[in-house]
């Protein structure tokens, strides 16, 4: 039963009786998994980069390839060339030696480059301020004639501008390269070279969100030394301008729906501001491009705060965050005119993101349960198709993830305060903050 297991997921599965007994692994379309008496047996076929022997937590047994490609089942009682099995296998891998203290944000650029901001001071062992790129292979700080990322403060929030390549980056540090650049800065890939973005009308605070819209306007989101602003967009032609009236509070997460050209807004806020009106709208709202006005998304969401938000390819939008006591949901879907959330989440969500290719939902957090899924080890993925929620591999292990990108090619990167991803532990190779799969 290896062969025509896969789920959507292309996690191959075997299941019906938990056993430790040994494992005679088929590689021919009609083999099964068993145990010793011939009792089918549970086993999820996990390929990591180098053979591990030892039984999951959940008393299933996994099977690992090695460098050669084979999969060797309990220390080396069965093996076959991972070649012949059935199914397309996955893996979370290290990215070199990671970081040294935690990412607040990732994005890839059409490239396939990965960039990643937060409090870290080094990546892959070299110095590197805040703000650092890998290329597949390694890390790289992005240094402006030898003057090292950025200074005087961490990176809360990354944007690549896929046109002009740019990558814009926003927190709460005083220079950049160098140079001048508070709350927020850009590097230009062309010129190797960090600038600040605008002068008169800027962020006045800490900036915690970015956007892009594909028509090239920045919007920049966070924390506002004034009670009614919170966010501001930017071009090369208008400079800086106010979003409407802001907001009465932090804005955390955007995300742009492009077939309503409007801007899903989330944060700590209950009001947003027009030209002589007011928007009740309580950590969620949005922005339409079009009129210049803030809308409502039925009353908001009763939660603490909004950290992340995604479209799925549907047109719902999902809103992830903090939970009050007796109210609200980690996870809240606006499904175009009334709310509801995912059960099962027992703690944050901070990070969302849409794989629009394959149709499927990821969530990282602090959470270990969710959608009727226990034992989730701070990320879940769901299957839109089937509504369903699943593990993605084991997880993490560590306090939780705080950013989740997926490039072009599917492949789905996850950074934040963790040491262990998939199989690898303490014993085997460190996932310093950061891994992919």
């Known amino acids: 039963m290896l062969a025509n297991v896969a789920n959507a997921q292309n996690i191959v599965t075997v299941s019906t009786v938990k056993s430790g007994a040994v494992i005679t692994l088929g590689t021919n379309i009609n083999d099964f998994a068993q145990n010793a008496t011939g009792v089918t047996i549970d086993m999820n076929v996990d390929v990591s980069v180098h053979v591990l022997d030892r039984r999951e937590s959940d008393w299933a047994w996994k099977a690992h390839a090695d460098a050669n490609n084979i999969v060797s089942v309990t220390g080396g009682h069965v093996t076959a060339p991972a070649s012949s099995l059935k199914g397309v296998f996955i893996q979370w891998s290290a990215l070199g030696s990671g970081m040294n203290t935690e990412p607040n944000s990732i994005v890839v650029a059409t490239d396939g480059t990965l960039y990643a901001g937060g409090q870290f001071v080094t990546a892959g062992g070299a110095d590197a301020n805040h703000v650092a790129k890998w290329n597949g292979t390694s890390w790289a700080p992005l240094l402006d004639s030898g003057a090292n990322g950025l200074t005087g403060g961490n990176v809360s929030a990354l944007a690549y501008d896929n046109i002009n390549n740019v990558l814009y980056a926003g927190g709460d540090f005083s220079q950049a390269g160098g140079k001048p650049a508070q709350w927020l800065a850009k590097w230009d890939v062309a010129t190797s070279t960090w600038s600040a973005v605008g002068d008169v009308g800027k962020p006045d605070n800490t900036v915690r969100s970015l956007l892009i819209t594909p028509g090239g306007t920045l919007y920049a989101g966070g924390d506002s030394k004034q009670d009614s602003k919170h966010i501001w967009q930017y071009d090369s032609v208008n400079g800086w301008k106010p979003v409407g009236g802001g907001t009465n509070g932090g804005v955390f997460a955007m995300t742009y729906d492009q077939?309503?050209?409007?801007?899903?807004?989330?944060?700590?806020?209950?009001?947003?501001?027009?030209?002589?009106?007011?928007?009740?709208?309580?950590?969620?709202?949005?922005?339409?491009?079009?009129?210049?006005?803030?809308?409502?998304?039925?009353?908001?969401?009763?939660?603490?705060?909004?950290?992340?938000?995604?479209?799925?390819?549907?047109?719902?939008?999902?809103?992830?965050?903090?939970?009050?006591?007796?109210?609200?949901?980690?996870?809240?879907?606006?499904?175009?005119?009334?709310?509801?959330?995912?059960?099962?989440?027992?703690?944050?969500?901070?990070?969302?993101?849409?794989?629009?290719?394959?149709?499927?939902?990821?969530?990282?957090?602090?959470?270990?349960?969710?959608?009727?899924?226990?034992?989730?080890?701070?990320?879940?993925?769901?299957?839109?198709?089937?509504?369903?929620?699943?593990?993605?591999?084991?997880?993490?292990?560590?306090?939780?993830?705080?950013?989740?990108?997926?490039?072009?090619?599917?492949?789905?990167?996850?950074?934040?305060?963790?040491?262990?991803?998939?199989?690898?532990?303490?014993?085997?190779?460190?996932?310093?903050?950061?891994?992919?799969?």
């Open 259 to 437: 077939t309503n050209n409007v801007i899903y807004v989330g944060g700590e806020f209950t009001e947003c501001y027009n030209s002589g009106s007011t928007i009740i709208s309580r950590n969620a709202a949005r922005w339409n491009i079009g009129s210049q006005t803030w809308e409502a998304i039925g009353t908001g969401i009763e939660s603490k705060d909004v950290k992340s938000i995604a479209i799925d390819s549907g047109g719902a939008v999902y809103f992830g965050g903090l939970l009050y006591s007796g109210g609200g949901g980690y996870i809240n879907k606006w499904h175009g005119n009334s709310w509801s959330s995912i059960n099962g989440v027992n703690d944050e969500v901070k990070a969302l993101v849409f794989d629009n290719a394959n149709n499927i939902l990821y969530a990282g957090g602090s959470f270990s349960s969710i959608g009727g899924v226990s034992s989730v080890s701070r990320i879940a993925q769901c299957d839109l198709a089937t509504n369903t929620w699943a593990k993605v591999g084991a997880g993490m292990g560590g306090g939780g993830i705080y950013t989740l990108a997926v490039a072009s090619d599917g492949t789905l990167y996850a950074a934040g305060f963790f040491y262990r991803a998939g199989e690898v532990t303490s014993d085997d190779i460190l996932m310093n903050r950061i891994a992919k799969r």
